[in-house]
């Protein structure tokens, strides 16, 4: 007889399980974003006679739309660093040909940029939905990072500086 009642009993626990399992799961997002705090870039900080909507560090990312832009400060502490700016890609609506990532010295005279046109964007984030960009980062110091898409997708945003 106890075995009959745990048996009768088998898909509520199988069920009770899946439920356990499935809400102790990670999302992409927050795998993606590696415990950093979303930062909602509501201001307006002057950096290179224009304005930056926030200082993204490796605390912290950013969940945005394109298409558009917008204006970052990225902070590097050597002389000689490379960022590695990532897209996770959500909603993703129209692919867009056009993505745009530039970072300017801290004395605002030179850049580096990654520009790519005329490619399917949703084919070049691929299967787990990301875009990744390199720019070198010369000089210590605040870097204007701006972001440009014409692409329709809602994402998340991160930056990690390392020194070379």
């Known amino acids: 007889m106890t075995r009959l009642a745990s048996e009768r009993w088998?898909?509520?626990r199988v069920a009770l399980f899946l439920v356990i399992v499935a809400t102790g799961c990670v999302d992409d997002t927050?795998?993606?974003t590696e415990g950093r705090l979303e930062d909602p870039c509501n201001?307006?900080?002057?950096i290179c006679?224009?304005?930056a909507q926030c200082t993204l560090h490796g605390e912290n990312f950013y969940g945005g739309e394109f298409p558009g832009g917008l204006r970052f400060i990225v902070r590097s502490e050597a002389d000689e660093s490379t960022m590695f700016v990532r897209f996770l890609l959500d909603e993703m609506i129209f692919p867009g040909t056009e993505m745009l990532v530039h970072a300017?010295?801290?004395d605002c005279g030179d850049f580096d940029e990654k520009h790519v046109k005329n490619r399917d964007l949703f084919d070049l984030a691929g299967d787990d939905?990301?875009?990744?960009?390199?720019i070198d980062l010369p000089g210590r110091g605040d870097h204007l990072l701006e972001v440009f898409s014409d692409m329709s997708a809602?994402?998340?945003m991160t930056t990690t500086v390392q020194a070379r």
């Open 10 to 12: 088998l898909p509520a």
């Open 30 to 32: 927050r795998l993606f």
């Open 104 to 106: 300017k010295t801290p």
């Open 49 to 51: 006679n224009t304005q």
């Open 154 to 156: 809602s994402y998340q």
């Open 129 to 134: 939905r990301v875009i990744e960009f390199d």
């Open 43 to 46: 201001n307006a900080i002057p």
